[in-house]
């Protein structure tokens, strides 16, 4: 490969690693073209970009970025996910698909610039998504002004109620 080709690649994968709010280690090593294909085409469809790289030039590549804290760890056999919005997405992706195939690992990552080892990686693929946080964020801020709406309504119905009963009686007699 000739150093025009390699400085290159590094530039390629530094650009996707200083964009990504996650950067996933994992290990590949005896999986198939057909596995690796299906992990990519999940992976493509959760926006995660996932790169196998020489470790020389991934250590080039994230070297005095945001995921810098990986450049010693970058040994052996691996290949780099990428995630770009939402970290769990990501996380949960890899740790699904490492469920399901004996061959594949997640190594460790780096959480905005913070290493996690692989024990990291499954708890936080159990977090609820950004749009579910979200989504629980405003029901939790819809249900007060909801509950103090149902609040001052029982009160005002309580009140009706009784006038209409003492009306009812007033009537009658």
Same mark, same amino acid.
């Given at each position: 490969m000739q150093r025009a080709q390699k400085?290159?690649?590094v530039e390629k994968v530094r650009a996707k690693a200083d964009r990504a709010g996650i950067a996933v280690v994992t290990d590949f090593r005896g999986m +198939? @073209?057909?596995e690796m294909t299906d992990l990519r085409v999940k992976l493509r469809a959760a926006g995660v &970009?996932?790169?196998v790289v020489k470790n020389t030039l991934a250590r080039l590549a994230v !070297? &005095?970025?945001?995921h810098d804290a990986l450049k010693d760890h970058l040994k052996e056999n691996n %290949?780099? %996910?990428?995630g770009y919005d939402d970290p769990v997405v990501a996380a949960k992706v890899l740790v699904d698909y490492a469920k399901t195939s004996k061959k594949f690992t997640v190594k460790l990552a780096s959480l905005s610039g913070k290493v996690i080892d692989a024990q990291g990686? +499954? &708890?936080l693929s159990k977090l609820p998504s950004k749009p579910e946080l979200l989504a629980q964020a405003l029901g939790t801020m819809n249900a007060v002004p909801t509950n103090? @709406?149902?609040l001052f309504a029982n009160t005002i119905r309580g009140m009706l109620y009784a006038l209409s009963a003492i !009306?009812? !009686?007033k009537e009658a007699a």
């Open positions: 400085n290159e690649i +198939t @073209v057909e &970009d996932y790169q !070297k &005095d970025g945001v %290949a780099i %996910a990428f990686v +499954t &708890d103090l @709406v149902s !009306k009812e !009686k």
